[in-house]
């Protein structure tokens, strides 16, 4: 069974950081897309980042560009999400996807691996 589980969210202060951590299991980890969404309240879900499987080629969201960084370790089944100089703005639970192909554009592709959320929270 494909399991996705975040972690590493937490409260952080305008101009902070914080590094997400997605874990899989159940399934062949390094021959999937894995891409992290987020959904702030009362807003639709938008995608911040994706990371392909062998080549590793990486996607941003413009509203996070030169902030955030996806990386991916797939000796531990794990993706990560590095989060500099966060906002306000950057608020939202944030949610790991996995599939054979994952597109920043299409934020409610209904994966085939979703995970639960963890929550970020900017705030002073």
């Known amino acids: 069974q494909l399991q996705l589980v975040e972690s590493g969210g937490g409260l952080v202060q305008p101009g902070g950081s914080l590094r997400l951590s997605c874990t899989a299991s159940?399934?062949?980890?390094?021959?999937?897309?894995v891409g992290w969404f987020r959904q702030a309240p009362e807003k639709e879900l938008e995608g911040v980042a994706t990371i392909t499987d062998t080549d590793q080629k990486t996607k941003y969201a413009d509203s996070v560009k030169g902030r955030f960084t996806i990386s991916r370790d797939n000796a531990k089944n794990t993706a990560y999400l590095q989060m500099n100089d966060l906002r306000p703005e950057d608020t939202a639970v944030y949610h790991c996807?996995?599939?054979?192909?994952?597109?920043?554009?299409?934020?409610?592709?209904?994966?085939?691996?979703w995970g639960q959320g963890t929550q970020v929270t900017v705030s002073s």
């Open positions: 159940g399934f062949d980890f390094e021959y999937y897309e």
């Open positions: 996807a996995a599939d054979g192909v994952v597109m920043l554009e299409v934020p409610d592709g209904q994966y085939e691996g």
